[in-house]
C-alpha cells in the first residue's frame, strides 16, 4: 500500500474499532525492514485493519471463548501449537485475533501456512501482509530468531481436511516443530480449538479435482459444493481456545537430542498428548455446539 | 596472497560498465592497490582520462579472441603489473543479447579462469554473479542462503543459463590451490547507468506486473557493490560464493512508487507479449522472460555469510 492507502486503512480501522482496542491493535511491534513491511512482507496497517474486520467474525459469528492467555509470553521467541481443522482454516485467523486481544501486550501471531498458499494470486499477498509465512524450515528458524510468536499447525493440511467423523482425533503431529523448538530453545504454548471442527462437516475428498487445482484438498460438504460459494461460509460455532501452561522441552533436552530421530518423535508425540488432553477437556466443558444460548 | 608490504594489482574485465568503471576510480584512489589494468573490448573510453596513469593502465582486449587475451597475458604490460588479483565484471547485459554474447558470458569467463590459472602467479578470481542463478518457487523460503538451488530449467530465459553456467564454472575451479576464487551473487542493482534488469523495469513510467503478485525485492546500491568487490580483492584468505544484497527490501509496488512508474497489474499469459511490444515499442529494455519468477515470488539475499567472512555490511539507500 502507498502513503495515502496506509492512512487510509488505519483510519478505517480507527472507526471500526474502539478507542482502546484500536490503540492496542497499533502498538503491535513490527520489525520494520525498512518502507513500512518486515522482511517477511507483513505490513503493519493491513494488519490492524484485518484485525479491525475479523474482530466482527471473531466477536458475533464465533463469538470466541479463550482461556490461559496469560501462558502466551508478552515478549520473546514462542510456539503457539494448536489443532487444526474445519475445512477452510479460520482457526488460524481466530487464534490471530485473540491474542491480539487477550494478551496484556498484544503481539502479532505469525501463522505457517501450506506451500500452495505460495502460488495462490492474490491470497499469497494478503497473507504475507497479514503476517503469514510459507511453511518453510528457513521462513520457521528466521521467525524464531527474530523473537516472533509463530502459529505452527503440526498436523498440516491433513488436519484441515479430515473427515467430520474423524473430528477432534489428531492426525499425528509432523516433528520439525520440535526439532526448531530445540534448536532456538523456544517454549512450546500447546493450544486447544474447539468448535472449527464442526465449522464444516467434510464428507468426502474429492482428490482428483483437488489434484487437478494443485489443492491439498478439495471439500464436499452438506453445504459444499451445493450452495456453490456460500456453501464454503463456515457454520456460526462457537469457538473455545485454551492456551496450556508453555512446554519448556530445551532446558531437558540439548541440541543433542536432534540426533536421535525416536526422541524427537517421542517429544512431538508427547505435546501431541497435551493438546489431546486439552481438547478432551475443553470438550467436557463445552455445553453445545453453536452455544448460542449461553 | 601478496605480503603485507605488497601491493593488490587488479586486473579488472569489462572496466568500460558502471561498475568496472566506479570500482577502477576506487581502486585507484586505494593506497594499497599498485596498479589497476582495466580491459574492455572498446578502445579507451575519455572518462579514463581522469584517472591518474601512473596507476591505471587501459587495454583493449577481446577476451573470447585467444589470441588478443594470449597477448595480453603474455604482454610487458601485463608483466610488469605483476597482477595478482582479478575482477571479472565482462558480463554482458540481457538487453544486448546474441550469439557473441553467450560466448562472452560462458565461454570468455572459462577462458579468462583457465588463462589466470595458467600463470600462477594470480591469487585471487573475483566473479560477480548474479541473484538470477537461484531457483524460484512458490515455496521458497523467503530468504536464499549461496546453498539454495540454482535454476537449472530448460525452459528459463538463455541469459538466465548463461548466468548459471558461467558461475558453476568458477564453483568447478574452486578447489585451485594457487587461486582463491570468490563469487559475489548480487542482488538487483539499481543506478544510473547501470544495465541491470530491475534498473530498466523501473525506469520505464508505466510498468506491468502480474496480477495478484507482489513480492518484496533487494535492491543494492552501486555504493555496496564497490564495496562488496573491493572486500572480496582485499579480505585475506577469501574465497567461496556470497550473497550481496543491499539495504532496501520493498514490494514491486512500493519501489515503482518511489520511481514515479505507473503500475499496471495484468494477467500473467499477457505479459510476455505486452513487454514485447513494449520493447519494440522503445518504452523499455527490460526483458519479463528473465524475471517471470521473480515478480511472483519474494526471494530476498541471505548476507550473513558475506557479513561474518567479509565484513561486507550494506550502507547505500538507493534513491530515485
Not at chain 2, 130 to 146: A, C, G, I, Q
Not at chain 2, 267 to 287: A, C, D, I, S
Request: net charge positive; aromatic share 10%; hydrophobic share 40%.
Amino acid at each position: 500500500m502507498n502513503r495515502q492507502q496506509r492512512q487510509a486503512a488505519l483510519a478505517l480501522a480507527r472507526k471500526i474499532l474502539p478507542p482502546d482496542e484500536f490503540e492496542r491493535a497499533v502498538s503491535m511491534e513490527v520489525n520494520d525492514a525498512g518502507f513500512g513491511y518486515d522482511a517477511f512482507g507483513l505490513e503493519k496497517e493491513t494488519t490492524v485493519l484485518a484485525l479491525a474486520v475479523l474482530r466482527y467474525v471473531y466477536k458475533y459469528w464465533f463469538r470466541v471463548e479463550s482461556h490461559g492467555a496469560e501462558h502466551v509470553p508478552s515478549k520473546g521467541r514462542a510456539l503457539i501449537v494448536p489443532n487444526h481443522s474445519g475445512v477452510v482454516p479460520i482457526d488460524g485467523v481466530m487464534i490471530a485475533v485473540d491474542l491480539a486481544n487477550r494478551m496484556k501486550k498484544p503481539r502479532i501471531a505469525r501463522a505457517m501456512v501450506d506451500n500452495f498458499a505460495g502460488f495462490l494470486p492474490y491470497v499469497n499477498v494478503f497473507f504475507n501482509r497479514v503476517g503469514s509465512v510459507i511453511g518453510a524450515r528457513r521462513n520457521f528458524s528466521d521467525l524464531l530468531e527474530q523473537d516472533e510468536l509463530v502459529v505452527v499447525f503440526p498436523e498440516g493440511t491433513k488436519g484441515v481436511g479430515k473427515p467430520f467423523s474423524r473430528r477432534y482425533n489428531l492426525v499425528r503431529f509432523n516433528v520439525g516443530f520440535i526439532e526448531l523448538a530445540l534448536r532456538h530453545r523456544a517454549p512450546i504454548i500447546p493450544t486447544a480449538v474447539i468448535g472449527a471442527e464442526e465449522q464444516a462437516p467434510l464428507l468426502f475428498n474429492i482428490r482428483p479435482i483437488a489434484r487437478m487445482l494443485g489443492f491439498p484438498y478439495f471439500p464436499v460438504t452438506p453445504f459444499f459444493p451445493l450452495l456453490g460459494p456460500l456453501g464454503a461460509i463456515p457454520l456460526p460455532v462457537k469457538y473455545h481456545i485454551f492456551y496450556g501452561p508453555p512446554i519448556e522441552l530445551f532446558h531437558e533436552y540439548g541440541p543433542e537430542t536432534l540426533d536421535d530421530l525416536e526422541k524427537v518423535r517421542m517429544l512431538a508425540d508427547r505435546v501431541q498428548m497435551v493438546v489431546q488432553d486439552m481438547i478432551i477437556k475443553g470438550l467436557d466443558q463445552r455445553k453445545s455446539v453453536f452455544g448460542f444460548g449461553e | 596472497m601478496p605480503n603485507r608490504d605488497q601491493k593488490f594489482n587488479v586486473l579488472i574485465t569489462g572496466v568500460s560498465t558502471s561498475i568496472g568503471r566506479h570500482l577502477a576510480s576506487h581502486l585507484c584512489d586505494d593506497k594499497r592497490v599498485g596498479v589497476v589494468l582495466g580491459v574492455a573490448r572498446d578502445e579507451k573510453p575519455y572518462y579514463f582520462n581522469d584517472l591518474p596513469s601512473d596507476r591505471f593502465i587501459y587495454r583493449a582486449c577481446d577476451i573470447l579472441k585467444y589470441r588478443e587475451l594470449n597477448n595480453l597475458f603474455l604482454s610487458r604490460t601485463f608483466k610488469e603489473a605483476q597482477i595478482n588479483a582479478v575482477v571479472h565484471l565482462a558480463f554482458k547485459t540481457r538487453i544486448s543479447h546474441a550469439e557473441d554474447v553467450h560466448e562472452l558470458n560462458v565461454n570468455g569467463t572459462k577462458a579468462l579462469l583457465e588463462r589466470c590459472i595458467a600463470t600462477q602467479t594470480i591469487q585471487k578470481f573475483i566473479f560477480k554473479s548474479s541473484n538470477t542463478v537461484y531457483k524460484l518457487r512458490p515455496h521458497n523460503p523467503v530468504f536464499m542462503d549461496e546453498n539454495s538451488d540454482l535454476n537449472f530449467d530448460t525452459d528459463v530465459d538463455q541469459w538466465i543459463k548463461d548466468r548459471v553456467d558461467a558461475d558453476m564454472i568458477c564453483r568447478s575451479f574452486m578447489d585451485n590451490k594457487h587461486m582463491n576464487i570468490v563469487i559475489l551473487r548480487m542482488s538487483n542493482i539499481i543506478g544510473r547507468s547501470v544495465g541491470g534488469q530491475f534498473n530498466a523495469y523501473f525506469d520505464s513510467p508505466v510498468i506491468f506486473k502480474p496480477m495478484g503478485f507482489n513480492p518484496l525485492i533487494n535492491l543494492l546500491h552501486m555504493k555496496d557493490v564497490i564495496q562488496a568487490i573491493r572486500l572480496a580483492v582485499f579480505k585475506r584468505g577469501a574465497h567461496g560464493i556470497f550473497n550481496i544484497a543491499g539495504q532496501d527490501t520493498a514490494p514491486i509496488t512500493t519501489i515503482a512508487e518511489l520511481a514515479r512508474s505507473r503500475v499496471v497489474s495484468l494477467p500473467e499469459p499477457v505479459l510476455p507479449l505486452v513487454n514485447w511490444v513494449q520493447r519494440k515499442m522503445g518504452m523499455t529494455t527490460y526483458y519479463y522472460s528473465v524475471d517471470r519468477e521473480r515478480q511472483k515470488y519474494t526471494a530476498l539475499m541471505d548476507i550473513g555469510k558475506a557479513e561474518r567472512e567479509l565484513g561486507y555490511k550494506p550502507t547505500g539507500r538507493v534513491e530515485f
